[in-house]
RNA sequence: GGCCCGAUGGCGGAGUGGUGACGCAGCGGACUGCAAAUCCGUGCACCCGAGUUCGAUUCUCGGUCGGGCCUCCA
């Protein structure tokens, strides 16, 4: 199946091909580590997790290298630092186990690697030497920038025109800087703050001039996919590609170029209402991981999402569907008889939709259009059971389960997802409670079944009757 | 001011030059002691104007509205 990737350079969709399929690299920009990071900052986590997945799946999994930095040298983690009286990288290691928990939380992957600045000072500054070795850059006053008149393309990512940018430019022109456009390479410290050493003085890299060092450092320049937000593309990603470029790595930095569009967290009176939902570390608290991954993905990753409180509760219940079609085809199964199960069963239309599925995944990550097929595989897997075909619901089963899974869903047990919340006290409990309503029940003893239902209710919980016994699930936490 | 993107039903959100997916919510019915779930059925939309075309939601232009970037925000 052919991967077609949106490029934002070449602004088309394009099929995809790896310079090498047997080392296939992405990259993408991380987070400043310096607090916990907001559901926005996992829009890209959770959008390049997906097509790091889909690239294993199409390549092996040895054979996709995928990098995502970590930006741990920043003045917010410099401020953060002296107000605590801590070295920085306490402040950075402590919010970057708090970020790899949270992106776990949400299904992503680890990525092969999580460069940081940190360790990479001494590319940085091999790269800075290249870049003035190649008239691409001049220091003055202690800093080192980069000379943009030394790139002709400069502009060309983010579809700028340099007079253009310039004539509208709000912003002071620093003196030492011979054009407008020129950027920060190497600066010096301020006093007090970390400093790392230089030919050109002690202090500190610029920001742009990191992930290249990085990119460089850990899978090499050029690269297959360089991804992150769309808010990136201009100056960061314009400035990576000009440095990459005029170091001496050729005329292509990145053979495609994913930008996600950006996430709009509305406005700030719904952000007080709500608490700390915006942060993942809190929502986590209050959704299962998958549903808040569903919920990124819900919308086409390079369309605009805007975050609210609305979209993560229908994320909930489409899972909830999924994992009660999956729940009810157990059942089903667990009823048939050991010599009646078929392996190698058939079903023409789930197939059919396991495959629109897949299309929709390859052709530039099309999630919502993914999902639908999702639902298809479900009504088959359900028909499928109502009908006691057997070798159906075996086969349909197996589609949905390898299709949502390839997307990061339903793995988890059913059970586990109706019923995580509970722990052991809470289950024996409502197993006991349970029992006693099933008595009533027999008894046709309505008041009492309907008091012991408002029991388990006031425990959070759901029971739901059906011919073969009751079943019960954790209700909604908010 | 410059550049870019978007506008689809109550909400979210795909897609297409020729009966407008999918999900959530709603309505009617079946099932159920009741409820939940499930099943059957059902209502509801392509911002405005002009152009191209046999035909436009889809292409082109203009307008309106919304969003983003131009500041080391993913």
Same mark, same amino acid.
């Given at each position: 199946m052919t991967l077609s990737l949106y490029d934002t350079l070449s602004r088309a969709k394009r099929p995809f091909a790896p310079r090498d399929p047997d080392r296939v690299t992405l990259y993408v920009c991380g987070p400043t580590v310096y607090n916990y990071a907001h559901i926005g900052n996992f829009r890209p986590v959770v959008v390049f997790d997906l097509l790091f997945r889909l690239l294993r799946d199409l390549y092996g999994e040895d054979a996709v290298l995928y990098a995502a930095n970590v930006t741990d040298v920043d003045d917010k983690i410099n401020r953060k630092a002296a107000e605590e009286g801590v070295p920085i990288a306490t402040i950075s290691n402590r919010y970057l186990d708090a970020y790899n928990a949270d992106a776990a939380a949400l299904g992503a992957l680890r990525p092969t690697f999580q460069p940081r600045v940190t360790e990479t000072m001494d590319a940085i500054v091999k790269m800075i030497g290249d870049l003035v070795a190649n008239n691409a850059a001049y220091a003055a006053e202690g800093h080192v920038l980069f000379d943009t008149q030394a790139f002709a393309d400069y502009g060309k990512l983010s579809g700028r025109a340099m007079d253009e940018m310039i004539a509208g430019a709000r912003v002071d022109v620093a003196p030492?800087?011979? %054009?407008?456009?020129d950027f920060v390479l190497w600066k010096p410290s301020k006093p007090g703050e970390p400093e790392w050493q230089s030919p050109w003085g002690d202090g500190r890299p610029g920001w742009h001039i990191e992930c290249s060092a990085m990119i460089e450092q850990a899978l090499g320049l050029p690269i297959d996919i360089h991804g992150g937000g769309i808010d990136l593309v201009f100056p960061h990603h314009e400035n990576e590609l000009a440095q990459g470029v005029c170091a001496g %790595? !050729?005329?292509?930095?990145? %053979?495609v170029w994913m930008h996600n569009g950006f996430l709009n967290m509305g406005d700030e009176k719904m952000s007080k209402s709500l608490g700390n939902v915006a942060l993942a570390h809190d929502l986590r608290q209050q959704y299962p991981g998958e549903a808040i991954r569903w919920a990124l993905l819900a919308g086409h990753y390079r369309q605009p999402l805007e975050w609210t409180g609305e979209l993560i509760e229908p994320a909930k219940s489409a899972l909830d569907r999924l994992y009660r079609v999956l729940d009810d085809s157990e059942r089903f199964l667990a009823g048939v008889p050991t010599s009646a199960r078929a392996s190698g069963g058939e079903h023409r239309g789930a197939v059919m939709a396991y495959d629109a599925e897949m299309a929709a995944l390859h052709d530039d990550l099309n999630t919502p259009l993914a999902f639908a097929g999702l639902f298809q595989l479900a009504d088959y897997l359900r028909s499928a059971a109502m009908g006691k075909d057997v070798a159906g619901v075996e086969r349909a089963r197996a589609l949905l389960l390898e299709a949502a899974q390839l997307m !990061?869903?339903?793995?988890?047990?059913p059970q586990a997802w109706f019923q995580g919340g509970a722990d052991e006290g809470l289950k024996a409990r409502v197993e006991a409670l349970i029992a006693e309503r099933h008595t009533a029940r027999t008894d046709k003893n309505w008041p009492e079944a309907d008091r012991i239902r408002a029991e388990l209710s006031a425990l959070n919980v759901e029971v739901m009757d059906s011919p073969t016994g009751a079943t019960w699930r954790i209700k909604e936490q908010a």
């Open positions: 030492y800087k011979r %054009h407008p456009a %790595h !050729g005329p292509e930095y990145a %053979h !990061g869903f339903l793995t988890s047990e």
